[in-house]
């Protein structure tokens, strides 16, 4: 049996930078940050595939971060987005933000909860909700032998 919380918070899945300098130098790529580990499990979700393929989430390799950065994809890709993005991996988790707020990133492809994000409002424009209030459900998924995760609550 898996442990289920409804989350008590809206949940924001962009976060765009307001700057122009975010977008890179070059008029087909933008340089985007990512968690290598993020990064890797994405390559090897996608297999070759383009995001834009992606309607089955299910399989080796998938995660939240992997779903969110397939889903800002897809939806900038439905919207008329044009450029490819050049990855650039390592540690950045920390980093985003800040590279958010100085315009030197254009978009999260990490989720934000809506009080985190408010805080940055004055340095980016953030999307309306993708999963409201009440619609996002957190687990922990364990064997059922781990009667230490049994008695979480």
Do not use: C
Not at 69 to 98: C, D, E, H, P, W
């Amino acid at each position: 049996m898996a442990w289920i919380q409804k989350a008590s918070y809206t949940f924001i899945l962009v976060l765009l930078s307001l700057f122009p300098n975010a977008y890179g130098n070059s008029d087909k790529h933008v340089q985007m940050y990512i968690r290598d580990d993020v990064y890797n499990d994405y390559v090897r979700f996608l297999d070759g595939r383009s995001p834009l393929e992606i309607t089955d989430f299910r399989g080796g390799y998938i995660r939240r971060d992997v779903v969110d950065m397939i889903l800002v994809q897809q939806a900038l890709l439905l919207g008329g987005f044009n450029k490819s993005f050049i990855y650039q991996t390592g540690n950045v988790n920390f980093r985003n933000t800040s590279l958010l707020r100085q315009g030197k990133l254009l978009l999260s492809f990490d989720s934000y909860w809506l009080a985190d994000a408010q805080a940055e409002k004055k340095d980016v424009f953030i999307s309306d909700a993708v999963i409201e209030e009440g619609e996002y459900f957190a687990g922990i998924y364990y064997a059922p032998n781990n009667a230490s995760v049994e008695k979480i609550e």
